[in-house]
């Protein structure tokens, strides 16, 4: 099994930049393709970002194309989440989530069976 823990949140104001870290242990994370999710007050969780176990293919949701940015380092077992230009409406708890299965543009938060803890960003207007 891996576990995860996210980092880096925070709040800021609209325009702004933060950059997101998920540190894995246990398992190797290369074992896993990984996503992040984010969840705001009273909504239900909605897909960010993922990238595949390489690190060569990544998927974006339509709010965040081009504002924010996916990667991976696996000797340091980390994901991180670029994410530049932010606004009031990206306000949520991000969660960094692994999916041992092959790569499958999965979007959906049950294709994926470990998760961090969450970590609070706020963009202030």
């Known amino acids: 099994q891996v576990q995860l823990v996210e980092s880096g949140g925070g709040l800021v104001q609209a325009g702004a930049s933060l950059r997101l870290s998920c540190a894995g242990s246990g398992r190797t994370l290369s074992d896993y393709n990984m996503g992040w999710f984010r969840q705001a007050p009273g909504k239900a969780r909605e897909f960010v970002a993922a990238i595949d176990w390489s690190g060569v293919r990544m998927i974006y949701a339509d709010p965040v194309k081009g504002r924010f940015t996916i990667s991976r380092d696996n000797a340091k077992k980390t994901v991180t989440l670029q994410m530049n230009r932010l606004r009031p409406e990206d306000t949520a708890v991000y969660l960094c989530?692994?999916?041992?299965?092959?790569?499958?543009?999965?979007?959906?938060?049950?294709?994926?069976?470990?998760w961090g803890q969450g970590t609070q960003v706020t963009v202030s207007s």
């Open positions: 989530a692994a999916d041992i299965t092959a790569w499958r543009e999965s979007k959906d938060p049950t294709s994926y069976g470990y």
